[in-house]
């Protein structure tokens, strides 16, 4: 049996997570995706080493970490995400004391071939704020024509901005204070344009 790549299951694994949290409205909106944050270039040994990296960090949070990784407490508080910049370098964003985390990340990676950068919110807020959504697109009592419902496109947690990225096909004022009065009006939302996937 192949052995699956940790670093890309870990990106399959969130697309289908919040895909498929986004298709449990009842079969409302078909083709609802979520568009991962990090980015690596395959084949390269450096994004190669930022997948061992990256396994590494996990399996320091829980060895169950695969099957956890939508549950927010997994996450230490200092923890902002992590990604893989444009020259493949591995980087851990931290919410607190750069260069304390950088010492503590060090002995759990066994390396100090990364970057530490210092974000505002911790990966465990972007993920409470996916649970919100996830828990209005599974709400059963929610009419299927709900303007949230027929305009939301996907969410998803960017790490490299350090928000909930929630794409709707529709952006404007009321519907922006329909999300914050019905789901979330967390400072860690922002909206962009989306649209719905074409189902074939």
Known sequence: MKKTN???????????????????QHKKNKGNSVSPSATARPGTSQSQSAEKLYERL??????????????????PEYYGGSFVNNTGTFVVTVTRNREENKRVLADILGTDNFNVETVQ??????????????????NNTIAEDHPLMTRFAGAYPDVMENRVKVLLTEIDDATIRLFQ?????????VFEQGELPVVE
Do not use: H
């Open 6 to 24: 940790p670093f890309l299951f870990f990106i399959s694994f969130l697309i289908v997570l919040f895909a498929t949290a986004c298709n449990q």
């Open 58 to 75: 996990m399996s320091s949070f829980g060895d169950d970490w695969m099957e956890r990784e939508a549950d927010p407490d997994l996450y």
């Open 121 to 138: 919110y911790s990966y465990r807020q972007m993920m409470l704020v996916m649970d919100r959504i996830d828990a209005f697109l599974m």
């Open 181 to 189: 009065k019905d789901i979330t009006n967390s400072p860690l939302v």
